[in-house]
Antibody, heavy 118, light 110 residues
Framework: QMQLVESGGGVVQPGRSLRLSCAAS????????IHWVRQAPGKGLEWVAV????????YYADSVKGRFTISRDNSKNTLYLQMNSLRAEDTAVYYC???????????WGQGTMVTVSS | QSVLTQPPSASGTPGQRVTISCSGS????????VYWYQQLPGTAPKLLIY???QRPSGVPDRFSGSKSGTSASLAISGLRSEDEADYYC???????????FGGGTKLTVL
């Protein structure tokens, strides 16, 4: 069945870097835009970034622009989020989500927790 | 402060009809589709409504969405205990070039 599995989360010190991965299976990964969405503990959903199906178009939330980079490897059915200069406010569960129809996130991963703390 | 505005909480008794509102602006709801997500405790969100009022397969017809101008709403009829969850609205924002979410509404079934 269709599945997204995130990995790479953990505890990291402020100012350091972390790379998240999102492995896709059960659908044609290269045909869909994929997004990252995060949720701080006890808070609501916050959109982070999107990458087009072929990787040519990328958009970022203002809160991460210049620090985070979204990328994908369609040959490996994998999405990435390179997070640099991490801050305490980046602490959250990070979800990858498939956009099945425009911006309808019809498939989500289970999420990976990122904690930024000294 | 979320770009889309939702009430923080809503409640109803089993069998009742509940409506959750979502207010935006001309750059998001006013010019793009609205989406609704349901998040049960400890789980990833689930798509409930897309393109303002369309239900993905498997979503009961007790859930319905509507949009008028720069506002949208989610209605849940025949409320059930398993509907107790957080609900989020979302839309693309042309000015921000990104997806914006509402702050979420916690629905309690009394």
């Amino acid at each position: 069945q269709m599945q997204l599995v995130e990995s790479g989360g953990g505890v990291v010190q402020p100012g350091r870097s972390l790379r998240l991965s999102c492995a896709a299976s059960g659908f044609t990964f290269s045909s869909y835009d994929i997004h990252w969405v995060r949720q701080a503990p006890g808070k609501g959903l916050e959109w982070v970034a999107v990458i087009s199906s072929d990787g040519s178009i990328k958009y970022y939330a203002d809160s991460v622009k210049g620090r985070f980079t979204i990328s994908r490897d369609n040959s490996k059915n994998t999405l990435y989020l390179q997070m640099n200069s991490l801050r305490a406010e980046d602490t959250a569960v990070y979800y990858c989500a498939k956009a099945g129809d425009a911006y309808a996130f019809d498939l989500w991963g289970q999420g990976t927790m990122v904690t930024v703390s000294s | 402060q979320s770009v889309l505005t939702q009430p923080p909480s809503a409640s109803g008794t089993p069998g009742q009809r509940v409506t959750i509102s979502c207010s935006g602006s001309s750059s998001n709801i006013g010019s793009n589709f609205v989406y609704w997500y349901q998040q049960l405790p400890g789980t990833a969100p689930k798509l409930l409504i897309y393109r303002n009022n369309q239900r993905p397969s498997g979503v009961p017809d007790r859930f319905s969405g509507s949009k008028s101008g720069t506002s949208a709403s989610l209605a849940i009829s025949g409320l059930r205990s398993e509907d107790e969850a957080d609900y989020y609205c979302a839309a693309w924002d042309d000015s921000l070039s990104g997806v914006v979410f509402g702050g979420g509404t916690k629905l309690t079934v009394l």
